[in-house]
């Protein structure tokens, strides 16, 4: 079965320091690979994908992604955490049925 | 602002209703999806409608139904609620028939509470 998992419930970084949010995956050919990103009382907003090429993408907001075939994992970071950064991360994986399967999310809190 | 519009962003009712849910997608995207957010559960895949057609079906229970209009609004009826029917609902559109290689455009999200 394909899945994602997030194994971090919350990951709390003080402002500046950079961040990391992680995102392992479980499919069956060739991964395409998502985070998205919800504020409160928002609905999701794409930040970046992975679907083929280098491994290390960019996306909105300076975050960027490194896939990593052989640990299957697809960590989102960020060099320098900002308080306006604090929100609910999700990684999603996208199946060859063509729907998304997400991750549980990781609430991020950037401490001033 | 994704350009997808939903309603009623709440909504209260009370056990053994009906409701529905609305969706309108961002300007020629055909593809409709519809997710349900809840805490215990987190984000599951209801549905996907394409053009007016049903292409993928999730973890939808059977008292829960959907459909996509010609002018591509869409609707997400749910029956016989229960309390645990309690979450938010979210629309996401795109313009292509499978979302596992675009960006998906989602809804603010309508919170259903059922008492």
């Known amino acids: 079965a394909q899945s994602v998992a997030q194994p971090e419930d919350q990951v709390n970084v003080a402002e500046g320091n950079p961040l990391t949010v992680k995102c392992t995956y479980s499919?069956?050919?060739?991964?395409?690979l998502f985070w998205y990103v919800q504020y409160p009382n928002r609905g999701l907003q794409f930040l970046l994908k992975?679907?083929?090429?280098?491994?290390l993408v960019k996306g909105s907001y300076g975050f960027e992604a490194e896939f990593n075939k052989s640990q299957t994992s697809f960590h989102l970071k960020k060099p320098s955490a900002l308080v306006s950064d604090s929100a609910l991360y999700f990684c999603?994986?996208?199946?060859?049925?063509?729907?998304?399967?997400f991750g549980q999310g990781t609430t991020l809190q950037v401490k001033p | 602002d994704s350009g997808v519009t939903q309603t009623p962003k709440h909504l209260i009712t009370a056990t053994g209703q009906r409701v529905t849910l609305r969706c309108s997608p961002r300007?020629?995207?055909?593809?409709v999806y519809w997710y349900q957010q809840s805490l215990d559960q987190g984000l599951q895949f209801l549905i996907q409608?394409?053009?007016?057609?049903?292409?993928a079906k999730g973890n939808i229970l059977e008292r829960f139904s959907a459909q996509q209009f010609p002018d591509l609004h869409s609707e997400l009826n749910l029956s016989s609620l229960e309390l645990g029917d309690s979450a938010l609902y979210f629309c996401?559109?795109?313009?292509?028939?499978?979302?596992?290689?675009?960006?998906?455009?989602f809804g603010e999200g309508s919170r259903l509470t059922v008492l």
């Open positions: 999603a994986v996208g199946v060859n049925t063509g729907k998304l399967i």
């Open positions: 499919v069956s050919g060739n991964p395409y």
């Open positions: 409608y394409y053009n007016g057609e049903e292409r």
């Open positions: 992975y679907i083929t090429g280098d491994n």
């Open positions: 996401a559109s795109s313009p292509d028939l499978r979302a596992n290689t675009g960006e998906l455009f």
């Open positions: 300007s020629g995207d055909l593809s």
